[in-house]
């Protein structure tokens, strides 16, 4: 006998029907295939699982149901804070959970803000400005080409081919669009021309890293600098990915040593990726980090962990292992015992 875990997610096609006016709205949820897949590996490994879209009727069932844990994939539908209100409703509830907690959550999807607090901890990232009107004269203190993006999106939304500019009459109209449109402020970042990196973390005090993955243009994409890892890219599955990367080992190290800085200085828990990207000289820079990583088949955790050799259920396991690590209570029951074996 296992636990009875409670699936939280938001689904592709429930997506509000006012958040569609841009054609990226639902890039960041999920499909039924991932619920679906998510869902028959915790069965696999000898849990009772409950679906629990997030919806009005969440509060209610989450009530009703008191999970031993809750399995949590939920994005939110809208703001700053929108990844931030499922765990927030089961702290309120106190029902464990898997993943970072609302604190973490909230400030790694505020891109400034986030930025800000791993340059305290000594993180380097680019040099950049929050940006509320597309003729801030702040802007003039950034060296070109500079990148722009919504401050509080992910899943590359707001990201598009032309998000590198290269001058200030273009820089304007770009931000007019991008302000118009996700109606939110951006982030205007000197640009990185060097490699990109994504880092998988799985665990807590002493995260296990993944094998590293670089992400490169595919045949029909830019070379170079030119490259964008796009809404675009993404949708058109124009990218290719190398994992492990190719990194000499002096490179490796750094990488791998800011990432873990990056998991702990913003307090992460259970599972994260860390993207970084090099600067002109070769230097690691911290690009941003997502808490709640996608686990679609094909996702980039979940293809960092084919690197590692683990199948998608024991990746599912490794995840559900570092949350209940964190509750005593379900650690010391003997029925868990069995079903971590599994």
């Known amino acids: 006998m296992g636990l009875k875990i409670g699936l939280t997610y938001n689904l592709k096609s429930d997506c509000p029907q006012e958040m569609q006016s841009n054609e990226d709205a639902s890039a960041e949820?999920?499909?039924?295939?991932?619920?679906?897949?998510?869902?028959?590996?915790?069965?696999q490994l000898g849990h009772e699982v409950t679906a629990l879209p997030y919806n009005p009727s969440l509060p209610r069932k989450l009530e009703?149901?008191?999970?031993?844990?809750?399995?949590?994939?939920?994005?939110?539908?809208?703001?700053?804070?929108?990844?931030?209100?499922?765990?927030?409703?089961?702290?309120?509830?106190?029902?464990?959970?898997?993943?970072?907690?609302?604190?973490?959550?909230?400030?790694?999807?505020?891109?400034?803000?986030?930025k800000q607090v791993a340059n305290a901890a000594g993180i380097p990232t680019a040099r950049g400005i929050l940006i509320k009107n597309p003729n801030d004269t702040q802007l003039?203190?950034?060296?070109?080409?500079?990148?722009i993006k919504p401050n509080a999106e992910?899943?590359?939304?707001?990201?598009?081919?032309?998000?590198?500019?290269?001058?200030?009459?273009?820089?304007?109209?770009?931000?007019?669009?991008?302000?118009?449109?996700?109606?939110?402020?951006?982030?205007?970042?000197?640009?990185?021309?060097?490699?990109?990196?994504?880092v998988a973390l799985?665990?807590?005090?002493?995260?296990?890293?993944?094998?590293?993955?670089?992400?490169?243009?595919?045949?029909?994409?830019?070379?170079?600098?030119?490259?964008?890892?796009?809404?675009e890219t993404k949708s058109g599955n124009l990218e290719r990915f190398s994992c492990p990367a190719m990194v000499e080992p002096?490179?490796?190290?750094?990488?791998?040593?800011?990432?873990m800085q990056v998991f702990q200085a913003l307090e992460c828990r259970d599972v994260a990726r860390v993207d970084i990207r090099l600067d002109r000289e070769g230097a690691p820079r911290f690009l941003e980090v997502n808490p709640l990583p996608g686990l679609s088949a094909v996702s980039l955790l979940t293809l960092q962990a084919q690197a590692a050799g683990l199948s998608f259920a024991e990746l599912i396991k490794a995840i559900l292992l570092a949350a209940i690590e964190r509750y005593p209570y379900l650690k010391n029951k003997a029925y868990l015992k069995e079903a971590a074996l599994g």
């Open 202 to 231: 799985i665990g807590n005090d002493k995260p296990c890293i993944l094998p590293i993955m670089e992400i490169l243009p595919g045949n029909e994409c830019p070379k170079g600098s030119r490259f964008v890892y796009s809404f």
């Open 250 to 259: 002096h490179l490796l190290d750094e990488i791998r040593q800011m990432a």
């Open 29 to 43: 949820y999920e499909s039924q295939d991932t619920v679906e897949g998510i869902t028959t590996a915790l069965e």
């Open 64 to 114: 009703n149901l008191r999970p031993d844990l809750v399995f949590n994939i939920a994005e939110g539908w809208s703001g700053r804070n929108r990844e931030s209100l499922v765990p927030a409703l089961l702290e309120f509830f106190n029902l464990p959970y898997t993943g970072s907690d609302p604190l973490t959550l909230g400030l790694t999807l505020d891109k400034s803000l986030c």
């Open 140 to 147: 003039g203190q950034l060296q070109y080409p500079v990148f």
């Open 154 to 198: 992910g899943s590359s939304k707001g990201i598009r081919n032309w998000s590198r500019v290269n001058d200030p009459g273009e820089l304007r109209e770009k931000l007019a669009w991008l302000l118009s449109n996700y109606q939110q402020p951006a982030l205007v970042e000197e640009f990185l021309p060097g490699r990109e990196f994504t």
